[in-house]
């Protein structure tokens, strides 16, 4: 039980890699330049047919549309930031993307649309008003037609009355007029190309004209507007900021009195003062901490007259340093005593007497130096405090004067945003006023060329339009006879198989050449040749299926196929006979309950088999059977069951590959096709690894894609694809570097 709960956990780590190949299942025909040149020669008539029959009515068709004809004209946009001075020099001084797209717009206004419609009388041609192509033949009718596109004033002093029958008309004019009006931008350049298409020659040329002359019309007109309104805003608001700047910049003065917020250097006195506090107050602290200690060495070394002399404050006493002095006079006088007279000598009594004031009068010398330090210590801490209490007390003045100051900064950048705003103000107003009379009078755009009368017509062209419809028709008629013979093909190519499926591709399996077969099955040809091209293309087949193990030995091998007749029972014998003599133990175990193929190839006896193994009707050591040729060992499928699926799905197939599994080097079962009965289905998840045999160029696409979905769906390690019964001598032409000879297949081979 072990063993197959280990089993079960390897073949359910597999299912991860191979749920990834049910997304990527799809078709994607590709077909090589040589098979398209092939089906061109093949249809061509076909082609030439539909190419010929498209071109005769694309003609016809060209010679019933009106011809249309185009006029344009060339405009500069030019700066309006000029002066007088430089005014000639406009054109050449760069104009943003912004300003030249909203020309464009201008120029393709509604206004400038019916200025140009009613200058022109368009309303009134039949070309643009289509109520009027249906009236000219009834010439009573037209008595009472009027202009549609009437003055406002006119309109207000009749009827104020909404028309929709002459707003629709209107409406359906401005369209037409849209349909024939292109305005365009001359690449990056400042230039801006106006054209129109009409079915007559004079009206696209008029149309064009009259756009440019409305368009400079309106703009001198909306120039002249702004400009004056821009000067009266202006003026107002001149004086406006003038009465605003004084009230500020007198409100920050008084405010700085009344706060005093004095400055000097662009610095408040109180932050000064604040700077000189603290300064003070690190000095004190410094002078602390010196003094402090200086303290703690004399009191620590006090009692250590050896060591205590060492203190550069001692060292540094006058008095101390007459008192080491004297010292060494009364060593040295104790020493020239004790040569001479003994201890209890009066002169030794004296000087001893002597030695006792001394240091009585050192210690207290040292005493006196203690409480200077300390009194010095008492002294900078007094600053120190007398220090930090005014910086208290001036830190609570600072952050009084902070708020103020933010108030005050507030009300001088109102003055300041004030007064630049009104510099700015007068600048304009200057600049206004000294190019009023000037601006007015110049558009900013220069006409570089007028429309004139087209002579040839812009639509329909002829001679490209036949000469595109000539390649597009070619084209389709391509397409048609590629979609024809692409839709039945099957895989050709190990590359197309990979790309197509992301399953790996196992190789080719070629056909066997008539001649060399001699009417034998492929399993006795293999054993004859064991040099051929066959037999080392099931060696390297077995190779492909070995390396596809995700690391881990391949030991069963489910052989199956999408349909009968794919040449699966021939790849599954054929490889076990390769292992075989090879050397290792091998054998077959044939799960077709409805076919027995394998008995005639491999010359076996006829015999109980894997249906009456696991029904219990027989024990497995009497139902495996040996090829003596090749040492193969087979079980059969047997009789025909109805359970046989549920017999493959029991706890005694899996107990019997289990057994299998310790005593042969390679098992291989030869399912039946897996989208005919479910037995494939359900032994991929009893093998190592499975491998769908297909038969080149043959089996369907889609069939193929669905049996690997199957397989995969199951959980199955799918090792991969292999094409059989390859024909070398067509497969060359597919670049896959095969040698082209003429092979039959392998089933043709077994009918001979």
């Not at 054209?195 to 040329?205: E, I, L, V, W």
């Not at 506090?277 to 009692?303: G, M, R, T, V």
């Not at 330090?373 to 220090?387: C, D, V």
């Not at 930090?388 to 902070?402: C, G, M, T």
Request: charged share 25%; aromatic share 4%; net charge positive.
């Amino acid at each position: 039980m072990n063993e197959a709960a280990t089993i079960n956990q390897e073949r359910s780590l597999e299912n991860t890699s191979n749920h990834r190949y049910i997304s990527t299942l799809n078709i994607d025909d590709t077909i090589s330049p040589k098979d398209l040149i092939d089906s061109i020669l093949r249809n061509k008539l076909l082609i030439s047919g539909i190419v010929i029959s498209c071109l005769i009515a694309t003609f016809i068709l060209l010679s019933i549309i009106p011809s249309r004809y185009s006029s344009d004209a060339l405009l500069l946009i030019r700066s309006n930031d000029v002066t007088p001075v430089d005014s000639m020099l406009k054109s050449l001084q760069p104009v943003s993307d912004e300003i030249i797209e909203n020309e464009l717009e201008i120029i393709q206004s509604r206004s400038i649309a019916v200025k140009v419609i009613k200058s022109l009388g368009l309303d009134k041609n039949p070309e643009f008003n289509t109520i009027l192509q249906d009236q000219n033949a009834k010439p009573n009718s037209l008595d009472n037609q009027f202009s549609l596109f009437e003055d406002k004033v006119i309109q207000a002093n009749t009827k104020n009355i909404f028309d929709p029958d002459k707003a629709l008309q209107e409406e359906a004019v401005l369209k037409k007029y849209y349909d024939g009006l292109s305005v365009t931008r001359k690449g990056s350049s400042q230039i801006i190309r106006i054209q129109y298409t009409a079915t007559d020659q004079a009206t696209a040329k008029n149309i064009v004209n009259a756009i440019i002359d409305q368009y400079i019309k309106q703009q001198l007109e909306m120039k002249h507007s702004e400009i004056s309104e821009t000067s009266e805003w202006l003026q107002d608001r001149v004086q406006s900021l003038q009465q605003k700047v004084a009230e500020s910049e007198t409100a920050v003065e008084q405010f700085r009195r009344e706060s005093g917020l004095l400055e000097s250097k662009g610095i408040t006195l109180t932050a000064q003062q604040l700077a000189e506090l603290n300064n003070q107050l690190i000095q004190s602290e410094k002078k602390y901490d010196i003094a402090k200690a200086k303290y703690n060495q004399i009191n620590q070394l006090l009692h250590n007259p050896q060591e205590v002399v060492t203190l550069s404050t001692v060292r540094q006493s006058p008095i101390i340093q007459q008192l080491r002095e004297k010292e060494l006079q009364l060593q040295q006088k104790l020493s020239d005593f004790s040569a001479v007279y003994r201890p209890g000598h009066p002169d030794m009594i004296q000087l001893q007497g002597e030695i006792k004031e001394f240091h009585e009068t050192f210690n207290q010398e040292l005493e006196n130096i203690k409480n200077g330090l300390k009194n010095e210590l008492a002294l900078t801490k007094t600053e120190k405090h007398s220090a930090q209490v005014r910086l208290d007390e001036l830190k609570k003045k600072v952050s009084i004067a902070n708020t103020a100051t933010v108030k005050l900064r507030a009300m001088e950048r109102e003055a300041t945003a004030n007064r630049k705003l009104l510099e700015t103000l007068l600048s304009q107003l200057k600049k206004a006023v000294t190019h009023k009379d000037i601006d007015a009078q110049q558009p900013s755009i220069q006409v570089l060329s007028r429309a004139a009368i087209p002579v040839t017509p812009d639509f329909p062209k002829k001679a490209p339009i036949l000469a595109l419809a000539f390649v597009g028709f070619t084209l389709l008629a391509m397409l048609v006879v590629l979609i024809r013979e692409s839709m039945d093909r099957g895989f050709s190519t190990m590359k197309v198989i990979e790309k197509q499926t992301g399953v790996p591709s196992l190789g080719y399996i070629p056909g066997i050449k008539a001649k060399e077969a001699h009417g034998k099955y492929p399993e006795s040809y293999q054993v004859k040749q064991p040099l051929s091209s066959f037999s080392e293309a099931i060696r390297s087949l077995y190779t492909s299926i070995v390396l596809s193990g995700l690391n881990k030995p391949v030991k069963s091998i489910l052989v199956t196929s999408a349909l009968q007749q794919e040449g699966k029972t021939t790849i599954a014998n054929t490889l076990a006979i390769s292992r075989a003599l090879s050397g290792h133990k091998t054998i077959i175990i044939d799960t077709d309950f409805k076919k027995a193929n394998h008995k005639k190839a491999l010359k076996i006896k006829p015999s109980p088999g894997l249906a009456g193994v696991l029904n219990g009707d027989v024990s497995l050591k009497k139902v495996i059977r040996k090829d003596i040729r090749t040492g193969t060992h087979l079980i059969a499928a047997g009789s025909l069951i109805q359970n046989a699926a549920d017999l493959l799905m029991s706890d005694k197939m899996d107990s019997l590959l289990r057994t299998l599994n310790k005593h042969y080097d390679l098992i291989i079962l030869d399912s039946p096709p897996i989208l005919e009965e479910p037995n494939a289905r359900i032994l991929t998840s009893k093998v190592d690894a499975t491998i769908l045999v297909a038969k080149w160029n043959c089996t369907k696409k889609q069939l193929i894609i669905d049996a690997l979905r199957n397989i995969a769906a199951q959980g199955n390690h799918i090792a991969g694809v292999v094409l059989n019964m390859v024909d070398q001598k067509k497969i060359g032409s597919h670049n896959d570097g095969y040698s082209e000879h003429p092979y039959r297949s392998a089933n043709e081979l077994s009918k001979i």
